[in-house]
């Protein structure tokens, strides 16, 4: 017998699906559980499994048709099988569950077996003309049978709200508990006091206070204030860990020199960011102020929280000053015995996370600066250099930009010379 | 093979057994005495029998305030025992009938444990899934010279046809309390020594009160800062010795005496390990679980508050769970009925138990003295009282004194038991004139909404 395949319920509050994709067409095989289509629904995108297993004889509604939960969507035929075509939008039996992946919700509730729900004729006409689930519909009749009233009423209103005692539900609300999160013990699945209490217990509340307050308000109002775009590049940086290696033994006798990887990308940067003033810049009013100094923040990572202490006029130090003075830096931020002039000023930020072991990230920009450069670690990789398959120090770089200042071509042109500054470190001298 | 043995047929092992047997199990109830237990026999029923007939008595002699001038020619004690007996008897008979109907087999003897399986009676061995002991509880005489020789105990008292010239009452729980009211009224001499803990001590302030100012209404001679310390025979009376503020004898006729303690004594229970608690009552988990797997304890065996109701749901949960469900007993949920003048009912915790857990407090409290039935009906002695939580309105502990009391506590286990708010329960409607709106106004005031008490700011210290 065909099998019509309908729009499925994922979740409590799903009512209509758009197709926005076929993976197979009229006359193609399908097996039963095989990917058939995707739906769009206003919180996910999910692929449906096909119920059954034939020839997909018809496809009914096509990609970008929006319908109900239960229309017909397509016909899968048995070998042989000629059914009659389905004209216009139709009803069918709801698949529930049937995704590939359902949300959060959906699973949550009880897929697969369809369990016998009571229910009057009446009512399951009247939802089978409606395409509503009778197992969502809450039965007032005797032993909780469901009747026609009960089925146009949840056509009308919706799902009905969980069951919940007064004093849960006013624990709930000054708790600020989403009570349709919380499972009910209660008589019948009511929530109690218990179920709030069990429900407060699995999150523990840490008031938003000092440095994460001050963190959080200024991540927020970067992203609510600015157009960010973050552009990506891989960096063989084999001449950087050269050079690197090559201060460090210049200097070995001496203990107070000490080089990092992030010195030399300061050093880079700082010389890249005289070249592109646009980078170095802050949009504040109608005006976009190009800074002439380069004060690069160094962001630290403290346990309370982040902390960019500046160091000033980059552009203007050798590495070994650099090299010196974000040392100390750094070391300060851990103290806690950062003066106020070492954490303002900044121009442009630098965000390493080599030390995480992480490639790459979008970083967020310090609102006004214009751009930020995240780091990523260093690691050796095979890759082709000169024609052939070698060994080398890789690195990942992004670069989060603030697209009203400048577009895109002169913010990678930058990223691109940072780049080259790092991948042949002698250029940073032309 | 039974699903369940229950081990005693007072309230509690009643209830289990039919609720067990309601789940399908296959069910014995032994009783070594008489069905019915404390409760039918010797308690709850006979005394409200005899308290019955002291309000009459009381409702008579006061009726003149209602234009009835009448005079009580006789009273007949014997046709208050008979129709206490008669009352004891139609429920044994009833619960026996109902028993059988339910298809739980009564056998009749003495039960000991053998094993956590198996229980002997009279030489005959039962074996049993599941345990359920109901064994209730018995007299416990206080350790005083010369005490239990003097003692009345209550069985007497329900059984007497002659009141006594004198009593003196030893203790200040509801049992003494309803004695004193009993005796009083049938024109005995009373002296109430409560002990050092005062009348009452598990209640609330509120009642505590109340009930204290309706005992020396009724003229019962208490003496509050005195506690008895021997009892000595002397001319056909005894002579009670009381210590306090100054050394004091009384020479009553008889000392009555009725506290109690759990029935766990000859039934094996230490030999397969069953645990007390420290009131010397079986230990039991919120699932009514003994320390022994598949052995359950209910009522007053368990200790604690040691009422007929509480052992009567007990029996439910723990029938239940014996067949296989798991639900926990709400303890906090047990109501007190206290039959003095006033009466009292009660659930939850008191005021200064609220305090001690350090809950901010929003407290509801409604005198009678303004509800419109209890000015008709001149019964203005009471209050409702309603310990909230300020911060979510939850419904701590109500405790109502007054006429109606242990009626009007029902609707406040209801209301907790559905967690209904003090705020919910300001917004019911009840019929008017009863004593149920003064519950409803108390729940108000909680709220801060008083409609018929003067404004708050002016009542507030």
Partial sequence: MAINVTMPKWGLTMKEGKVTRWYKSEGDPVHKGEDLFEVETEKITNRAESPGSGTLFQIVVPVGTTVPVGTILAVIAEPGEQPERVEGIQVGEVMEGAGASAEGRAAAEEPGEKKFVPASPAARRLAKELGIDLGLVQ???????????????????????????????????????????ITGTGEGGKITREDVERALERTTSIPLTGMRKTIADNMYASLQSTAQVTVFTEVDVT????????????HKKDDTVKVSFNDIIILATSR????????????????????????????????????????????????????????????KAREGTLAVDDVTGGTFTISNVSMLEVDGFTPILRSPETGILGVGRVKEKPVVYDGEIAIRSMMFLSLTFDHRVLDGTPAMAFLETVARYLQHPALMMA | MYDVVVI???????????????????????????????????????????LRAAYLLHQIRKADEFGINASVEEVDL??????????????????????????????????????????????????????????????NVPDLPGLEEAALTTDQVLEMTKVPSSVLIYGSGPIELEMATLLKTFACKVYLVPGPDGLLPREDRTPRQWVTKGLKQQGVELLRHFNLESVQKSKGQYRANLSGPEDRTLNVERVLVSSRKPNIAHMGLEKIG????????????????????GIFAIGDATGGWMLAHASSSM??????????????????????????????????????????????????????????????????????????????????????????????????????????????????????????????????????????????????E
């Fill in chain 2, 8 to 50: 005693g047929g007072g309230p509690g092992g009643y209830a289990a057994a039919i609720r067990a047997s309601q789940l399908e199990g296959k069910v014995a109830l032994v009783e070594a005495a008489e069905m019915g237990g404390t409760c039918v026999n010797r308690g709850c029923i006979p005394t409200k029998v005899w």
């Fill in chain 2, 274 to 293: 069953v645990r007390l608690n420290e009131n010397g009552g079986i230990r039991v988990n919120k699932m009514l679980e003994t320390s022994v797997e």
């Fill in chain 1, 239 to 250: 001449e950087m860990v050269r050079l690197r290696d090559l201060v460090q033994e210049e």
């Fill in chain 1, 272 to 331: 890249a960011l005289k070249r592109f003033p646009m980078m170095n810049s802050a949009l504040i009013g109608d005006e976009i102020l190009l800074h002439d100094a380069v004060n690069i923040g160094i962001a630290v990572s403290l346990r309370e929280g982040l902390i960019v202490p500046v160091l000033h006029d980059a552009d203007k130090k050798g590495l070994l000053q650099i090299a010196d003075e974000s040392r100390e830096l750094a070391q």
């Fill in chain 2, 315 to 460: 029996g439910v949960t723990a029938a239940e769970n014996a067949m296989g469900k798991k639900s926990n007993f709400a303890f906090h949920l047990i109501p007190r009925g206290i039959w003095t003048v006033p009466e009292v009912g009660a659930v939850g915790i008191t005021e200064k138990e609220a305090k001690k857990k350090g809950i901010d407090l929003k407290i509801g409290d409604f005198p009678y003295s303004i509800d419109g039935l209890a000015m008709a009906r001149n019964e203005m002695e009471g209050s409702v009282k309603i310990i909230s939580d300020a911060r979510y309105g939850e419904i701590l502990g109500v405790h109502i004194v007054g006429a109606c009391a242990t009626e009007l506590i029902g609707e406040a286990v209801l209301a907790m038991q559905l967690e209904c708010t003090a705020r919910e329960l300001a917004r019911s409607i009840r019929a008017h004139p009863t004593f149920s709106e003064a519950v409803v106004d108390a729940a108000r005031d909680a709220s801060n909404w008083a409609l018929y008490l003067p404004k708050r700011s002016c009542m507030d």
């Fill in chain 1, 139 to 181: 039965g007032t009749g005797p032993d909780g049978r469901i009747t026609e009233t009960d089925v146009r009423r949840y056509h009308e209103e919706g799902p009905a709200a969980p069951k919940i005692t007064p004093l849960a539900e006013e624990m709930a609300k000054q708790e600020g508990l989403d009570i349709s999160t």
């Fill in chain 2, 78 to 139: 014997k046709a208050i025992v008979t129709r206490k007996n008669g009352v004891a008897g139609d429920i044994r008979m009833g619960m026996e009938g109902l028993l059988g109907n339910n298809g739980v087999e009564l056998i009749r003897g003495r039960a000991v444990l053998k094993s956590p399986r198996e229980v002997t009676v009279e030489g005959s061995i039962l074996e049993a899934e599941k345990i359920i002991l109901a064994t209730g509880s018995c007299l």
